[in-house]
């Protein structure tokens, strides 16, 4: 399989969020990043963070982006601690296709999971009550 890095598509699903063209249950928005929830989550609180930057991937991303989306992550980590009481979260992130990546702009999903119990991509969208339920309380947790 060819696994040549693709060339930014900015009609693709995460740009559409970013312009507010397409919903999403948002935990945190600033400048640089946008994070938001999993639609079809590998676990309870799974959590996806972005930069609003076109990337495709780990190799454009620029530092200051870099910089962001961890400094995101972190905030949405200690929110997913307090929120789902529990310390274990897994930091993943897939650079291309060959890796299992299917939206091609980059994105860190933070997945309240053990590495060994982490199975394949969800296939099941989760009920949207619950997901706009977790988003509200990781928000909330994210401003206090
Ligand atoms: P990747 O495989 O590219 O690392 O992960 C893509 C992630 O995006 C998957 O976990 C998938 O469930 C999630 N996803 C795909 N489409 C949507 C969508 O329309 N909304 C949200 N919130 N998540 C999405």
């Known amino acids: 399989m060819s696994d040549a890095i693709k060339s930014y598509d900015d009609h693709n699903?995460?740009?559409?969020?970013?312009?507010?063209?397409i919903p999403c249950h948002k935990v945190?928005?600033?400048?640089?990043?946008l994070a938001f929830m999993d639609i079809m989550p590998q676990a309870q609180g799974h959590v996806l963070?972005?930069?609003?930057?076109?990337?495709?991937?780990?190799?454009?991303?620029?530092?200051?982006?870099?910089?962001?989306?961890?400094?995101?992550?972190k905030k949405v980590m200690a929110a997913q601690r307090k929120v789902l009481e529990r310390e274990g979260i897994i930091q993943m992130q897939l650079n291309g296709a060959q890796a299992g990546q299917t939206v091609f702009h980059y994105?860190?999903?933070?997945?309240?999971?053990?590495?060994?119990?982490?199975g394949r991509h969800g296939s099941?969208?989760?009920?949207?009550?619950?997901?706009?339920?977790?988003?509200t309380q990781l928000k909330a947790?994210?401003?206090?």
């Open 49 to 73: 963070v972005i930069p609003k930057q076109q990337a495709v991937d780990l190799s454009q991303l620029e530092p200051e982006y870099a910089s962001a989306v961890l400094m995101t992550a």
């Open 13 to 21: 699903i995460f740009a559409k969020m970013i312009q507010g063209d």
């Open 28 to 33: 945190y928005e600033d400048d640089m990043t």
């Open 141 to 144: 947790a994210i401003e206090q």
């Open 107 to 118: 994105h860190v999903h933070l997945i309240p999971s053990s590495i060994h119990e982490l």
């Open 124 to 135: 099941q969208p989760a009920d949207q009550a619950e997901l706009a339920e977790l988003a």
